[in-house]
Nanobody, 126 residues
Framework: QVQLVESGGGSVQAGGSLRLSCAVA????????LAWFRQAPGKEREGVAS????????YYADSVKGRFTISRDNAKNTVYLQMNSLKREDTAMYYC???????????????????WGQGTQVTVSS
């Protein structure tokens, strides 16, 4: 059984920061590739950032490069998304997703992820 539990969402003014957490309860050999996605109302779910739990390699969407940082704490089986310089367009429900790093598929495509958290809302106001 795999469980992903997100936390850390909330409301913040533009320019502010938030840190999201995703606690992973599973066999990490099958869920060692983690990603954050987001979905705004009326829009498709999009990849924000990803990290390999084993090797630590990271990927970012162009829209968040330089502002967001994904990191991991292997001892706690937790992935974080530090979000700085938040903009109104970052407002969305944010989801943590996991798959095995052996699974093929581009990191930013939701269909390639087998496990999902329940989501945490991030609202950025001007």
């Amino acid at each position: 059984q795999v469980q992903l539990v997100e936390s850390g969402g909330g409301s913040v003014q533009a320019g502010g920061s938030l840190r999201l957490s995703c606690a992973v309860a599973s066999d990490t050999t099958t869920t060692n590739f983690l990603a954050w996605f987001r979905q705004a109302p009326g829009k498709e779910r999009e990849g924000v950032a990803s990290i390999n739990f084993s090797g630590g390699g990271t990927y970012y969407a162009d829209s968040v490069k330089g502002r967001f940082t994904i990191s991991r704490d292997n001892a706690k089986n937790t992935v974080y998304l530090q979000m700085n310089s938040l903009k109104r367009e970052d407002t969305a429900m944010y989801y943590c997703a996991a798959k095995s790093s052996r699974d093929l598929g581009h990191w930013s495509v939701p269909a390639f992820y087998k496990y999902w958290g329940q989501g945490t809302q991030v609202t950025v106001s001007s």
